[in-house]
């Protein structure tokens, strides 16, 4: 058996590192398209404010994008370093789209945001338009490929457990890219970057009208902001991706434990507005239901049954029992390779053997587990139903509250006259709410997927590596140090980037067009 | 067409090749940058000097760190085994190579952030860090693999690792980490005299002319030593079965101090890649000395092409050699991933690949020319 600690200190490094990339990953998804957009303004009509435009928010660009990178380098090794288990156990299937995000998107963007920054007096204006673009191509892309990984962790289709090589492997990888999940997921996860590139510009903008201060540049960047604004927070509450959650029973495990779902209702099944769950109890209290909802969203149907925790439990229950006859056949095999029986027991079984390794957290050969230990198993698969009741209803609340700060911004600035100045508070005030609901978002796939790593098949306490306790101890103190300054550095150079404005990039180019436009147009103001 | 074409042991052998590919790819693109840093205190004085030597690199290190993210990508698919137990194994190690090139993106971007003296300082200290720390560390790590390393596994085949940090950092293994900085600043001392002009590259030509020599020398001496027999050696005593199962445990393996000179007994002709590793570096010093700069870092590229071909046939059929546990070594007919996997890969690298190097040799030419004092001057802070 694994040492608990063990398990519990290689998460929390992976939950560090993954969410402190996660910071500067989206702001690169969306900033990279924002960007490419101005810029492709800027070639079209010529008016060299869209091209000032471009070149300032790429400065901020800039500055997010090699944080982005820098944390990037530490989640590609972490999986061998800190889950060897798991790198073993997944490797033939997981490490695949890995290496074609780097093969194909990773390289792609890097390659060329060499020359978004050093290439503006090096060719024409629309080949760099198309190098910004590759950029900007090649940072989706990437959000695409690291999201079939981990989509198919929540998710695994096309692949089953070979017993000569004491692993997963892939038998349909046609399946691994379509998965279904992994769509819901990209579709779902590139949208909150775009949300994020928009508040951003959106808030920075908002500081510079209230300063009065580059008003010409700022209103245009608000403008174009508050637009791909409304569309990005549409896209992510539309898409969201609560639609893949009905494919596997754990993901069904997870919608039901964010719902505080203990029983099955009659379809349409009502949502829970408010409560408190109660996990001793297995109720919520003071819960406040609204009739049909939670059938709608969660099944897009009316007749559809969405199972609750309880039935899920005994679902679980009943695999164990299944997987046991594969765990019990896997042993034989390892004893004698030619074992036929054994062979044709566990093909027919093995869907399940993941099941039979939850009941290792409770004793050394699941073939000994106790009735008790297998009921224990079997509820140790529901996940902690008011920390995911509530980070999803925050996540939520948050995006909808993003949508209404985007559409007021759009209604105002449409109109001919003044935009009233509570508007840019507003949207100053709200521009670290993607974030929150971006990190939120990620806790509730990740954690709501526990107990396991990989959906059904592997549990999280057995996938670590053999490490010592003061090594992992170690490397989380010095992540949190050189994350911690780096922080510090990055929003210190953001801050200043900002306080100088779009002045500060005059010496890129020709900027002296721009200090006449914005001569002309203040007095205006 | 391919699955039929290609049978399991022609894909992973295949695969063994690409995997060499990559660590060249990554060691003459990416190796570069890294022997700039490292170089960066001994040939520029200057602040300007030191803008000189960093602009040289500043638009093309990002795309050149990309092999070696695809080199862990692509270890983990091609070679799961591999990635699991390497990395786990040499933890501690591995934290300090990711530390040090953690700090390299940021020194790029944030140096020229700020004029003031310190702030420079200090992340010239971590470009300097950056690049020699990580180039140490690999010539570390290709020291311990071909001595052996302490582990076994499981019958679950769970990789279980039994040596410290320290047993990493024997003198042999430090040995083999002094040829990987020599070489990979010759070849950032190659680079800056084919890019950057006036003082940086005088003083990067006789750096480059001394580190050159000395991995000659060096890697020629590391040849002695296995002749010697001071690494030890591992080899594979069962039959091979080339298209069997992806599970290390069913082989045995016997230690055999002139077993990693075995490959060049049976095909002579191989000798050829070692004795490039030998003359291309001298090659390049005569390249510095003549200032021929062009000639010089493709004899730098030959070269390091050619030591880290010469681990890898050595070697060959193994990858990483387990001194406590022999039987459980990871060679290429059983560390591999799934036939299918290999297969997709194969595939998946065939397509993007070329489209990869296509576009970088673009790029390439659109930033033809050299760097100099003038130039930083003038384009203010649009550059590092």
Known sequence: MTNPLLVE????????????????VPLTLGLSVLVAMMETVYVMTGRTVWRDMTKFWGLLFGINFVLGVATGITMEFEFGMNWAFYSHYVGDIFGAPLAIEGLMAFFLEATFVGLFFFGWDRMSPRAHLAVTWMVALGSNLSALWILIANGWMQNPVGAVFNPDTMRMEVTDFVAVLFNPTAQAKFVHTVSAGYVCGAAFVLGVSAFYILQGRY????????VIAAAFGVAAASSVIVLGDESGYTITDNQKMKLAAMEAMWQTEPAPASFTAFGIPDMQAHVTHFAIEIPWVMGLIGTRSIDQQIPGIFDLVKRAEGRIANGLLAYDALEKLKKNHADAAARTAFATTRADLGYALLLKRYVDNPLQATPEQVRDAAWSTVPSVPSLFFTFRFMVLFGFALLAVFLVSLWYTMREAEAPRWLFWLALSTFPLPWLAAELGWFVAEFGRQPWIIDGVLPTFLATSELGITDLVLTIVGFTAVYGV??????????QAIKKGPDAVGDMGSFGEFAKARAVITPAE | MIQHLLDYGTLRLIWWG??????IGFAVSDGFDMGVGALLPFVAKTDTERRVAINTVGPVWEGNQVWFILGGGAIFAAWPALYALSFSGFYLAMFLVLF?????????KYRSKRTSVAWRRNWDWALFVGGAVPALIFGVAVGNALQGVPFHFTDDLRPIYEGTLFGLLNPLALYCGLVSLAMLVMHGAAWLGFKAEGPVADRAAAFGAKAALITAVLFAGGGVLIWLGAFGGYQVTSTIAWDGPSNPLGKTVAINSSAWLQNFRSMPWLAVVPLLGIVAPLLAAAGFGARRSGLTFLASKLGIACVIATVGLSMFPIILPSSTSPNDSLAVFDASSSHATLRNMLIATVVFLPIVLAYTAWVYKVLWGKVSATTIEKAGSSVY
């Not at chain 1, 560090?16 to 910071?23: I, K, V």
Request: hydrophobic share 65%; aromatic share 14%.
């Open chain 1, 486 to 495: 780096l922080a510090v550095i990055e929003t210190g150079l953001m801050l």
């Open chain 2, 100 to 108: 040090a090139l953690i700090l390299r993106p940021v020194g790029f």
């Open chain 1, 215 to 222: 008003i010409e540049f700022a209103k245009r960047s608000f």
């Open chain 2, 18 to 23: 690409l995997l060499g590919i990559l660590l």
């Open chain 1, 9 to 24: 200190l290689s998460r929390l490094q992976f939950a560090l590192t993954a969410m402190y990339h996660f910071l500067f």
